[in-house]
């Protein structure tokens, strides 16, 4: 019989197995996330390198249309066949698309190697999260996302600057290089601690839905990424993207009725925690990516900013976010509640918008940076209650696939969000500078370094139109975070389980 003893020590084996599980799940998601912010600063020389200017934003298109693909297909495989075996695929995967990617002679083989390394990375993402539900009890696991979340926040800071660091100090190839001695430390330490589940079936893989659902996700980033710009909105190649899609959907709809083992079971979107999550999740991606790709432009271009500090103005956004992510999740480890802090995010995520849609090119940056906290603690309640709260809400069996599908969902809001407000600012500003620029200057191309060389009169007209054609990006998103806070009015709170933490 133990002793008291013995069951304390194995209590506290467990308890460090957990730690060094979650500690390896973190430093997995970390470099996984890293994997799309730390290009940034690289890429122009990477272009000046290999060349195909033409193509350089296909360097982080083919990373998020991966990684899109890759999150659902991901997690139901680690659904069917345990985290364990997914997670080290996953990272094989990254590491071979940063191998890829570090070797490449060419703007298509970079590509090529981003592509690999997004399905490699959007599977780490979501199984990394849906580890957190296998190994803690649903009280405990907000506290956990929030951390996750809270590295999400970290990785869109220091990616850029680690970015740059290595360029300068060493060459373009090590932002990927860099990545094998973490993978490979992950890979080990996951390898200890996390467990094999012994399965009591076969199981039958939904071949055509996973194929089905991957076209519907490419036709919805492509088709928000080049509808408008490279693809005329009522050309027969847009329209018939927008034909494949439809079909595909149908396709989807009956392929996952009858599978045995659907790669998202339809039954899901009865699941009102499912449907209200992923709502709020859709919407505030818009918000989210829509800040981040139009902040800076505003701050380079009507404030005089250079690229480098514009991008630190991002900052207090991550430290609000991370603040806030953390903080739900300790609120929700510790009452048990969770319902009203989605809402009131949101409520301050539409109130932060509004006040970033008054902007002009006579706002002091104070002003700027605390909008940008207020985004941040917005944004950061949604994203670690949300995944507990459906990690919560699906059967175990579905953990992979409903922790997948928070992530796919924001993914996809960010690219259609960025895309609409590009095409809305596009318009905006041809209006607004409708005759004020001198012949030979082209709107399209306007930067810092192009105004500097207009007169001083053209320059404030310039300044002025950037900032007005930016009103209507913010008015929008305060609208869609609004309407995001009305539908978490619909989320049905449950009780949330406080038990020991399992393997």
Known sequence: MPTPDDNNLVTIDERSRIGLVLLAVGATLLFASLGQTIVTTAMPTMVADLGGVNHITWVITAFLLAST?????????????????????????????????????????????????????????VVSMAVVADVLPPRERGKAQGLLGAVFGVSTVIGPLIGGFLVEALSWHWIFFVNFPVGLLAFVVLGIALETPVRKHRAKLDFLGAGLLATILSVAVLGSNLGGTVLPWGSPQFLGLLALGLAAVAGFVLAERRAEEPILPLGLFRNNTFLVVNSVGFMVGVAMFGTITFIPLYLQVVQGVSPAVSGLFLTPMMAGLIASSTGAGLIMARTGRYKIMPTLSTALLALAMLSLSTLSEGSPLWKVTVSMICVGLGLGPVFSIGVAAIQNAVPRHMLGVGTASANMFRLIGGSVGTAAFGALFGTGLMHNLEGALPDGTGIQSMSASTLAKLSPEAQAQVQHGFAMALHPIFWIGAAVALLACLVSLRLRELPLENGEARA
């Open 69 to 125: 693909i890759g999150a659902p297909v991901s997690g139901k495989l680690g659904d069917l066949f345990g985290r364990k075996i997914v997670i080290q695929g996953g990272i094989l995967i990254f590491v071979l698309g940063a191998a890829i990617c570090g070797f490449a002679q060419s703007m298509g083989m970079l590509i090529a190697g981003r592509t690999v390394q997004g399905l490699g990375g959007g599977g780490l993402i």
